[in-house]
T-cell receptor, first 112, second 114 residues
Framework: EDQVTQSPEALRLQEGESSSLNCSYTVSGLRGLFWYRQDPGKGPEFLFTLYSAGEEKEKERLKATLTKKESFLHITAPKPEDSATYLCAVQAGMEYGNKLVFGAGTILRVKS | NAGVTQTPKFRVLKTGQSMTLLCAQDMNHEYMYWYRQDPGMGLRLIHYSVGEGTTAKGEVPDGYNVSRLKKQNFLLGLESAAPSQTSVYFC?????????????FGEGSWLTVV
C-alpha cells in the first residue's frame, strides 16, 4: 500500500529562519512526487513535481529535493506570507488515472 | 481564468438528506477527481473519472455516487447524508499526457451534516 508521511505536523519559524519540511514515502513505481501549498479556506495550489532521485526544483524561497525514500522542502529566509499548510503527494503504480496519495501536511507559521 | 469551479461552497444538511456537489473545469482535462479532506488525515480520493461517461472508485467511495455526463463536469452525490460525511470536498482535474501530470484543485466545498 502506498503511504506518505510528513513531518513535522506543525512548524513555527521566525522571519528569516531557514528550515526544512520532510516527506517520506513508500510506493511501488513512483511516477511523480508533488508539493502543494494550501492556504486556509482554499484549495491546494501546485508548487513542484519531482520525478527521480537527485532532482531538485526551486521557486522563490522554496527548494524541493528528492531521494529514493523521501523529499524535502527547504524554505530559505521565510517571510510571513509563506505561512500555509504544505502538502506532499505521490503518483504511483500503473493504475489508470493520475491519482495522488497525500500526506497529512505540515502547517507552517512564520512570525515577523 | 476559472480553472476548476465547485458549487456550492458551503452547505448544511440534515442526516438522511441528499445533495449534489457540482464541479466544472474549463481546461479541457480528461481526468477529474473528487477528494475529501479531514483534519489530520490528508486528502483522500473518493471517486475519479478518466473520461466522459466513465467513473471509478477511489479510496473512500462508500456513501457517494458520481456522474460524468459531460467532459467538463463531474458531479458528486450523497444519497443519504451521514454525520461522518461532514468534511471539505475538493474537485480536481488533470490531463493524461505524459508522466506525473499536475492535478489542479478547486476551492473546496464545506459540507456539514447534522
Amino acid at each position: 500500500e502506498d503511504q506518505v508521511t510528513q513531518s513535522p505536523e506543525a512548524l513555527r519559524l521566525q522571519e528569516g529562519e531557514s528550515s526544512s519540511l520532510n516527506c517520506s514515502y513508500t510506493v511501488s513505481g513512483l511516477r511523480g512526487l508533488f508539493w502543494y501549498r494550501q492556504d486556509p479556506g482554499k484549495g491546494p495550489e501546485f508548487l513542484f513535481t519531482l520525478y527521480s532521485a537527485g532532482e531538485e526544483k526551486e521557486k522563490e524561497r522554496l527548494k524541493a529535493t528528492l531521494t529514493k525514500k523521501e523529499s524535502f522542502l527547504h524554505i530559505t529566509a521565510p517571510k510571513p506570507e509563506d505561512s500555509a499548510t504544505y502538502l506532499c503527494a505521490v503518483q504511483a503504480g500503473m493504475e489508470y488515472g493520475n491519482k495522488l496519495v497525500f500526506g497529512a501536511g505540515t502547517i507552517l507559521r512564520v512570525k515577523s | 481564468n476559472a480553472g476548476v469551479t465547485q458549487t456550492p461552497k458551503f452547505r448544511v444538511l440534515k442526516t438522511g438528506q441528499s445533495m449534489t456537489l457540482l464541479c466544472a473545469q474549463d481546461m479541457n482535462h480528461e481526468y477529474m477527481y473528487w477528494y475529501r479532506q479531514d483534519p489530520g488525515m490528508g486528502l483522500r480520493l473518493i471517486h475519479y473519472s478518466v473520461g466522459e461517461g466513465t467513473t471509478a472508485k477511489g479510496e473512500v467511495p462508500d456513501g457517494y455516487n458520481v456522474s460524468r455526463l459531460k467532459k467538463q463536469n463531474f458531479l458528486l452525490g450523497l444519497e443519504s447524508a451521514a454525520p461522518s460525511q461532514t468534511s471539505v470536498y475538493f474537485c480536481a482535474s488533470s490531463s493524461p499526457r505524459g508522466m506525473g501530470n499536475t492535478i489542479y484543485f478547486g476551492e473546496g466545498s464545506w459540507l456539514t451534516v447534522v
